[in-house]
């Protein structure tokens, strides 16, 4: 059993299949999965696997990923929509994570990511006084959970 890993209300973290540098993620206890900004969200169909094809920022270059699944969200106002979702790693508290992720236009919120309670549940206790208590510096000693749905 792995030792829990106390965040911060935010936090960085990395995407090292998505892009190189850091991105800030908020920590959110009422949000049930992960969703990272996307803009110019496409569908790609072709054989073997449906892709999906996005950009981190506007104007940005493309990233392109396998079509992992659909899913329903359901906002704060009670607004159902489907979201396309993707896997990745996320690397956090010296961590490696196996994730599903949820592309969604954020652009008007401050927080480009979101890790919702389905991640948080792997492992991590929260202190909401403190932020950014991890940095991005890769430890030698690094552990690979993987992902429970």
Not at 5 to 10: F, L, N, P
Not at 65 to 72: D, E, G, I, N, V
Not at 120 to 143: K, W, Y
């Amino acid at each position: 059993m792995i030792k829990p890993a106390i965040v911060g209300w935010r936090e960085w973290i990395g995407l090292p299949e998505i892009q190189r540098k850091p991105i800030l993620a908020k920590i959110d206890t009422g949000a049930w999965s992960n969703t990272l900004h996307a803009a110019d969200i496409e569908i790609v169909e072709s054989n073997p696997e449906t892709r999906i094809r996005f950009r981190l920022e506007e104007d940005g270059r493309w990233t392109e990923r396998p079509l992992h699944r659909w899913r329903r969200i359901r906002d704060t106002s009670g607004q159902e929509t489907m979201r396309p979702v993707i896997r990745t790693t996320i690397e956090i508290a010296s961590r490696d994570f196996d994730v599903e992720v949820c592309l969604a236009d954020r652009s008007q919120l401050k927080h480009r990511m979101i890790l919702g309670r389905n991640f948080l549940r792997l492992g991590f206790i929260i202190n909401p006084s403190r932020q950014c208590i991890h940095t991005m510096v890769r430890s030698e000693d690094r552990a690979e959970i993987g992902y429970m749905d």
